[in-house]
């Protein structure tokens, strides 16, 4: 199956890759996994006191849509609030990356990341 050429951009320079310390207060993470491939997408934000994201990381054990997908949704959090990426949709995703109906899962998982992130968030607001 062919790549379109915006995964295959991000598959070859993806963006932030990597992890932060997970011991830091402003850091909160997303783990998901998909079941249809078994693919794991971890997710990391950084998060002002203000309720703007930072900065961003990813690691993905995945397939190439997947790798394109998390590196994407990094760039495009990061200076958003909160509340505008819990707003981010797999279908942006998708559309984005020009992706083909069997790898739209893989834009779902990116977009589990960021709500299994935001939902460490939350529960650390509420503490
Ligand atoms: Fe290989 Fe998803 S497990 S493409
Ligand atoms: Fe499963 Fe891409 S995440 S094939």
């Not at 295959?8 to 932030?16: L, Q, S, T």
């Not at 495009?76 to 949709?89: L, R």
């Not at 939902?119 to 607001?125: A, F, N």
């Amino acid at each position: 199956m062919a790549y379109s050429e915006k995964v295959i951009e991000h598959y070859e320079n993806p963006r932030n890759v990597g992890s932060f310390d997970k011991n830091d207060p402003s850091v909160v993470t997303g783990m998901v996994g998909a079941p249809a491939c078994g693919d794991v997408m971890k997710l990391q934000l950084k998060i002002g006191e203000d309720g703007i994201i930072e900065d961003a990381k990813f690691k993905t054990y995945g397939c190439g849509s997947a790798i394109a997908s998390s590196s994407l949704v990094t760039e495009w959090v990061k200076g958003k609030s909160v509340d505008e990426a819990a707003t981010i949709k797999n279908a942006d995703i998708a559309e984005e990356l020009a992706l083909p109906p069997v790898k739209i899962h893989c834009s779902i998982l990116a977009e589990d990341a960021i709500k299994a992130a935001l939902d460490e968030y939350k529960s650390k607001q509420d503490k």
